[in-house]
């Protein structure tokens, strides 16, 4: 997979994550002490999320199973305490995993509350349908790139492509891009596969063309090679209402991920990644 097909932000990442989980409810009362270990207690709540972690979300689990997961809880928690009594939660390595952990089911918690809040309605969705489908025919494209981190490299490579060096080899060359070996190759996508500017760019070509200009998106700079386009198929409504559904809920969690950052007071320096 391309560095260009991967544009799904974190909040789309964390709603996949967050509808995936567990259909235990936010909310639930408290729920009673199935065990204590060295007076460390094991919940009702703690064994149903083990288990349903563990069988992808069943809730028809035999007694019998469900007490060989009791056994296991019992287990986990016989080791933890063996840790923390060696000193192990003081590893900078450990300590940085269970907060990493932490955080990721707080923002999957938060991401759940946030989806089910307001339920997307059909209307929205048959709207979306029709915005996206409901016209022409869509178009896909085939077409090469070589990415690069520089908008002076990338017009470089331009000039070598107009004197009639050969797109693939400078392609293998220069990308920075998992598709440099295949040439560039990024095989068909939609337009809405592909980040705004790149897909703008190439809805602007003519197949054969390549880019006049380097194309800037956040992964760098794009030379482009348009090669050829097609007609899609148009899915019928039910093929597609899943996707739109999960659009529709990404663009609300990144719309208030960005109203987040905004108000964050958020101080950090880049440079010891370059």
Do not use: C
Not at 24 to 39: D, R, S, Y
Not at 77 to 85: D, I, K, P, R, V
Not at 145 to 166: R, T
Not at 245 to 266: C, K, P
């Amino acid at each position: 997979m391309t560095a260009i097909s991967r544009f799904q932000s974190l909040a789309a990442g964390l709603v996949l994550s967050a509808t995936a989980a567990t259909g235990i409810a936010m909310a639930q009362p408290e729920t009673n002490t199935l065990a204590e270990v060295n007076g460390e207690p094991v919940t009702e709540r703690e064994l149903d999320l083990l288990i349903s972690q563990q069988t992808q979300g069943r809730d028809d689990v035999p007694p019998a199973q469900r007490r060989q997961f009791l056994e296991e809880a019992i287990n986990l928690m016989l080791l933890s305490q063996a840790g923390e009594a060696q000193g192990l939660d003081d590893d900078p390595d450990l300590t940085a995993q269970l907060n990493n952990s932490r955080r990721t089911a707080m923002a999957q918690a938060f991401v759940r509350e946030l989806t089910t809040r307001e339920p997307v309605a059909e209307a929205t969705l048959r709207e979306r349908y029709e915005a996206e489908y409901g016209g022409e025919a869509p178009k896909e494209y085939r077409a090469r790139h070589i990415l690069v981190g520089e908008a002076e490299q990338a017009a470089g490579i331009i000039e070598q492509l107009n004197d009639g060096e050969a797109f693939e080899d400078l392609a293998r060359q220069y990308s920075q891009d998992g598709s440099a070996q295949n040439g560039g190759d990024l095989g068909w996508f939609a337009g809405s596969d592909m980040v705004e500017p790149f897909a703008d760019a190439v809805a602007g070509m003519a197949p054969g063309e390549v880019s006049a200009t380097p194309v800037e998106t956040r992964f760098g700079f794009h030379v482009i090679r348009l090669d050829d386009t097609r007609a899609a198929e148009v899915p019928g409504f039910e093929d597609v209402a899943g996707q739109l559904r999960m659009n529709v809920i990404n663009e609300r969690i990144q719309s208030q991920l960005d109203s987040l950052r905004g108000d964050a007071d958020i101080d950090y320096r880049a440079d010891w990644a370059e």
